[in-house]
Structures are given as C-alpha cells and as structure tokens.
C-alpha cells in the first residue's frame, strides 16, 4: 500500500502543517458525494487513531483512515498551478474508473 507526494505536493503540505503547529500530518480520504459517487477529503491530521495508517514522504506525515484506503493506494499527489488564481492539490488514482464532468467526484 502506498501514497505518493511529489515535490510540489511536499512543498505545499509543509507550507500548510507550519501554519497549523500542532497538525501531525496532512489526511486525506474519500467521502459519498457528487454525481460519481465519491469525493477526496483533505484536512489536517490533528490526531492518528488506530483506524489509521500513515505514511511518511520526505519527513511529511499522510493520514488515511483504513475505509479510504483501497480507494487511495497507488495514488500520487501532486500540487499544480493552473494560472495565477488557481491552484489545488491534484490526485492520479490508478483506482479511478471514472470522473463527472465538473471534475469534483470520482468513481471506483
């Protein structure tokens, strides 16, 4: 099982864990949503819980509570700029059978 940061992802979660000392990491996760089905959920891990597995990128924690997890193996993270408005945290989930048109939710 594996999740992957790439450098602008790292990057960009570090940014964000300084803002939030006492964060232990960046958690990620699926929720039911949208016209696909699922949608990803990324907040701060302020705790880990047994029901957690984490893994450790570069010295950056990623919390997934173990019912996101078959969703999320083999997944990369990554950080993009589109322009000089827009920018967010890119998933490429080889899971994912399908997108809906406006970009927000997934199928598995």
Do not use: W
């Amino acid at each position: 099982m594996s999740i992957r940061l790439t450098e602008n992802a790292l990057q960009h979660v570090r940014d964000m864990l300084q803002k939030r000392p006492d964060a232990k990491g960046l958690r990620l996760g699926i929720r039911k949503s949208g016209c696909s089905g699922f949608a990803y959920v990324v907040d701060y891990a302020d705790e880990i819980t047994g029901q957690d597995e984490v893994f450790e990128s570069d010295g950056v924690k990623v919390v997934v509570d173990r019912d996101s997890l078959a969703y999320l193996d083999g997944t990369t993270v990554d950080y993009v700029r589109t322009n000089a408005l827009n920018a967010g945290l890119e998933f490429h989930n080889p899971n994912v059978r399908n997108t809906c048109g406006c970009g927000e939710s997934v199928s598995f």
